[in-house]
């Protein structure tokens, strides 16, 4: 029965996690990581804000770590905790955190890899394992990127290579191993390639209810995602495709059959969707950036997802003075929030805990995480 936020490219990162979870989702995925990608990271104790980050080891901010800083550490293993003393890249700019995830604030939380071996999954998985719940195999991305990489929904006619990749992962982690897919040709195809999957030991197998060709604007095809949920399969079953308000979670799940709804479209436009009472999505697009502000999000990230929940001819005047501005400054003056951007910015500078609304009470506030 759970409500559950789906992974989304761009989108996934923390603040919205954070948003989707304090309105009643479930279980949260992050955006889709290559294996390649999370495997070249480094993992690092954000004293500043009481998370973990996972940050590019050749676009890191130098060797040495001062104060509460630690060593330079392994890919996955304990790392260096990032505090008074650390220094920022060379060139003064911010290193590239690849993920960043406060596991008891958002938890579950589900990391999503794109990968197309074993070899390249594991690696990459071993990373982040410790801070996550479980790990998803996407295989249902039909990207250009990631089927030409064997990766999303390439996978889809690669079921010896699956089964390679799921074992893998199973035999070596720890953490419950899922996979999200897509509808194949026909449904006794799809659903002989979910049983393949769930007989490799993984916990649950989200269904995305379209063809690999299909997008969004396609209606999603809920008898053939029922049709596959009646034949029975020995693990959950979560469906995936056109959630938009509270009470599709219950008609969705009822009319699919399914154990589970993740919904993806729907929290990106208004996380409050996983709520009873749904809040206007102005209101909830200013708590989502008062949320990237406390988590220090990139502020480029936190423009593309604001475009992206404000979409529709309703919001067209405020996302064209979100279009012309960059930086949280410029972002919270579009959205009548400078005051607020004001007093955030300087109770941080003071040491005010308050600057850290909604985060553990173990900050360590007025300590330059970078």
């Given at each position: 029965?759970?409500?559950?936020l789906a992974p989304m490219v761009r989108c996934g990162t923390l603040p919205l996690r954070l948003l989707c979870k304090k309105y009643g989702a479930d279980i949260?995925?992050?955006?889709?990581?290559?294996?390649?990608?999370?495997?070249?990271?480094?993992?690092?104790?954000?004293?500043?804000?009481?998370?973990?980050?996972?940050?590019?080891?050749?676009?890191?901010?130098?060797?040495?770590?001062?104060?509460?800083?630690?060593?330079?550490?392994?890919?996955?293993?304990?790392?260096?905790?990032?505090?008074?003393?650390?220094?920022?890249?060379?060139?003064?700019?911010?290193?590239?955190?690849?993920?960043?995830?406060?596991?008891?604030?958002?938890?579950?939380?589900?990391?999503?890899?794109?990968?197309?071996?074993?070899?390249?999954?594991?690696?990459?998985?071993?990373?982040?394992?410790?801070?996550?719940?479980?790990?998803?195999?996407?295989?249902?991305c039909p990207k250009h990127f990631s089927i030409s990489g064997g990766m999303g929904a390439a996978l889809l006619q690669k079921p010896d290579t699956v089964v390679?990749?799921?074992?893998?992962?199973?035999?070596?982690?720890?953490?419950?191993?899922?996979?999200?897919?897509?509808?194949?040709?026909?449904?006794?195809?799809?659903?002989?390639?979910?049983?393949?999957?769930?007989?490799?030991?993984?916990?649950?197998?989200?269904?995305?209810?379209?063809?690999?060709?299909?997008?969004?604007?396609?209606?999603?095809?809920?008898?053939?995602?029922?049709?596959?949920?009646?034949?029975?399969?020995?693990?959950?079953?979560?469906?995936?495709?056109?959630?938009?308000?509270?009470?599709?979670?219950?008609?969705?799940?009822?009319?699919?059959?399914?154990?589970?709804?993740?919904?993806?479209?729907?929290?990106?436009?208004?996380?409050?969707?996983?709520?009873?009472?749904?809040?206007?999505?102005?209101?909830?697009?200013?708590?989502?950036?008062?949320?990237?502000?406390?988590?220090?999000?990139?502020?480029?990230?936190?423009?593309?997802?604001?475009?992206?929940?404000?979409?529709?001819?309703?919001?067209?005047?405020?996302?064209?003075?979100?279009?012309?501005?960059?930086?949280?400054?410029?972002?919270?003056?579009?959205?009548?929030?400078?005051?607020?951007?004001?007093?955030?910015?300087?109770?941080?500078?003071?040491?005010?805990?308050?600057?850290?609304?909604?985060?553990?009470?173990?900050?360590?506030?007025?300590?330059?995480?970078?």
């Open positions: 029965g759970a409500a559950i949260v995925y992050g955006e889709e990581i290559i294996d390649r990608k999370i495997s070249r990271c480094l993992r690092r104790e954000n004293v500043t804000l009481g998370c973990i980050d996972y940050v590019d080891k050749d676009d890191t901010f130098g060797t040495e770590y001062g104060g509460a800083g630690g060593g330079e550490g392994e890919s996955g293993g304990a790392g260096g905790k990032v505090g008074a003393g650390a220094r920022r890249k060379k060139d003064g700019k911010r290193p590239n955190v690849v993920f960043r995830t406060l596991p008891e604030q958002e938890g579950p939380v589900v990391f999503q890899i794109g990968t197309g071996d074993a070899v390249n999954a594991l690696k990459g998985a071993e990373v982040v394992a410790r801070d996550v719940s479980a790990i998803d195999v996407n295989m249902g390679d990749i799921l074992k893998t992962l199973i035999r070596n982690l720890s953490v419950p191993i899922t996979c999200k897919v897509r509808l194949l040709e026909t449904t006794e195809k799809t659903l002989d390639f979910m049983r393949i999957c769930a007989n490799t030991g993984i916990s649950a197998i989200a269904l995305h209810g379209r063809y690999k060709e299909q997008r969004s604007s396609t209606p999603a095809r809920l008898a053939d995602v029922k049709a596959i949920a009646d034949a029975g399969l020995s693990i959950p079953l979560i469906h995936n495709g056109d959630v938009f308000k509270y009470e599709d979670i219950g008609r969705l799940r009822e009319a699919t059959g399914a154990d589970a709804v993740m919904i993806a479209r729907g929290a990106m436009w208004n996380p409050s969707v996983f709520s009873p009472t749904m809040r206007p999505k102005m209101e909830v697009a200013k708590e989502y950036l008062k949320t990237a502000l406390h988590v220090d999000n990139f502020a480029q990230n936190t423009k593309y997802t604001l475009l992206r929940m404000l979409e529709g001819d309703e919001d067209m005047e405020v996302r064209h003075a979100i279009q012309r501005v960059k930086g949280h400054e410029a972002l919270c003056e579009a959205l009548n929030l400078a005051e607020y951007y004001r007093l955030q910015q300087a109770t941080r500078a003071a040491g005010d805990k308050r600057s850290y609304i909604g985060l553990p009470p173990t900050l360590r506030p007025n300590v330059d995480p970078y």
